[in-house]
C-alpha cells in the first residue's frame, strides 16, 4: 500500500478492509468454498462444515445475503426446502479464494518442509 492510503477519508475504506468485512472471519470463506462446487443446502453445508453450530451457520448465510454475495431460494414445499447459492456479483469472489487456497497449499509446505529441516 502506499503512504496515501493512510489519508483514506471516514467515508472511504481501504479496499482490502472492505473485503475483510465482507468475507472475513472464521467461516465466511470456508461456505463460499462449498458454494463454488454448487448450490448447497443448509443441512448440506452443515455435514461439510461439521464444526460450524447451527445459528453461527444462518448468521453468516444471512450476512452474505444481505451483502448480495448469496442467494436464498425457498420452496414452497413440507418439509421447507431451502438452497444457497452465489449471485453473479458473489461468482467475482472465485479469484479471491482460489489465491488464498493457492497461497494455503504453498503455506502448508513451506512449514511442512522447515519441521522436516529441524527434525
Known amino acids: 500500500m502506499q503512504a496515501t492510503d493512510k489519508n483514506i477519508t471516514e467515508h472511504q475504506q481501504c479496499p482490502v478492509n472492505t473485503t ?17 462446487q454448487g448450490t448447497q443446502r443448509f443441512n448440506e453445508l452443515r455435514r461439510l462444515i461439521p464444526n460450524i453450530t447451527q445459528r ?33 456479483f458473489g461468482q467475482t469472489l472465485l479469484p479471491v479464494i482460489k489465491a488464498m487456497h493457492k497461497w494455503g497449499n504453498k503455506y502448508e509446505k513451506t512449514c511442512l518442509q522447515r519441521h522436516q529441516q529441524e527434525n
Open 20 to 36: 475483510l468485512e465482507i468475507i472475513g472471519g472464521k467461516w465466511k470463506v470456508i461456505i463460499l468454498y462449498h458454494l463454488f
Open 56 to 88: 453461527m451457520l444462518t448468521l453468516q448465510l444471512r450476512e452474505m445475503e444481505n451483502d448480495g454475495i448469496l442467494h436464498r431460494e425457498v420452496y414452497p414445499e413440507i418439509p421447507p426446502k431451502v438452497e444457497y447459492s452465489l449471485t453473479e
